[in-house]
């Protein structure tokens, strides 16, 4: 698969002014983004891609913040080339350390995942993605059992395999998410985790202790029903992928209307993770 790279550069008077410009091209099909100093590389399928949908959403940017970009077809054979020259190790507090097969461990971090770089989302450097590891640290993940939804690489799903997790299903509706989960998976010594490729359609019909989903506000919303059908009572949600304003409360309220109590929340940079657990 071919994509686009779309190098932003931007001018800001707040933080969150890019953030909503990189949230609202995440709902035209822009699946990975990585932020720059000076502003942010956007990545998307060449099949997703339409010149005048884009236009339309940067037009709604255009009176908040000053930005220009460049576009660049990037094919497939280069994509690993891409990220691993820009793919840094990250860390999690003292807990985690997040690194690439080329990079060197650290043993002295108590849990350690190992990512190739690909096409996929999810290696810890987005603010989501680190907020949902601290709140993965904070709870109970032994002998429960665990869906994935967005998985991405599939770094959250390994860090549940690694926090004890009994048994994990992993589901992107992505192809190559779904390849890189596996590989993952096998690298991280977790492939037990069970890969699936496809979208709320595919959530087996099984009840789940705990399900993680990083995705993005709409997307949630379209799903929030199917978790709660699988989701065991007392069972914990934890969802990321949105902004504190407006979006938390427009969360909370849809998950209020399938028993999902709002327990608790962290945010870094107006991107929020919060907890919520199943009381019906």
Same mark, same amino acid.
């Given at each position: ?146 869906? !994935? ?26 192809? /190559? ?13 977790? !492939? ?9 359609? /595919? ?66 940079? !107006? ?10």
């Amino acid at each position: 698969m071919n994509y686009y790279e779309l190098l932003f550069t931007t001018i800001t008077t707040e933080d969150y002014q890019q953030d909503l410009l990189i949230n609202a091209l995440g709902e035209i099909g822009f699946d990975t983004f990585e932020e720059l100093d000076f502003g942010f590389k956007a990545y998307i399928p060449t099949t997703e891609f339409e010149q005048s949908t884009l236009d339309e959403v940067l037009e709604n940017y255009r009176e908040l913040f000053t930005f220009s970009y460049e576009m660049t077809l990037i094919p497939q054979k280069n994509w690993n080339q891409v990220w691993e020259s820009n793919f840094e190790p990250i860390e999690i507090g003292d807990k985690i350390f997040v690194r690439a097969t080329f990079h060197q461990p650290k043993p002295q971090f108590p849990y350690e995942i190992v990512i190739d770089p690909k096409m996929a989302f999810g290696t810890g450097h987005h603010q989501t993605t680190s907020m949902m590891l601290e709140l993965m640290l904070e709870n109970d993940f032994a002998g429960k059992k665990v869906l !994935d939804m967005g998985c991405g690489t599939g770094i959250l799903a390994i860090m549940a395999a690694k926090l004890g997790a009994l048994q994990i299903t992993a589901i992107d509706y992505d192809p /190559v998410c779904y390849a890189s989960t596996i590989e993952n998976t096998q690298l991280n010594q977790a !492939d037990y985790i069970t890969a699936i490729c496809g979208s709320k359609e /595919v959530i087996p019909d099984e009840a789940f202790d705990i399900i993680l989903a990083n995705i993005n506000r709409n997307i949630l919303l379209d799903q929030m029903q199917r978790y709660s059908e699988v989701l065991n009572t007392n069972g914990e949600i934890y969802f990321s992928g949105f902004y504190e304003n407006p979006d938390l409360e427009i969360i909370k309220e849809a998950a209020c209307e399938y028993g999902l109590k709002y327990i608790t929340h962290k945010k870094n940079k !107006d991107w929020v993770a919060a907890k919520f657990v199943k009381e019906l």
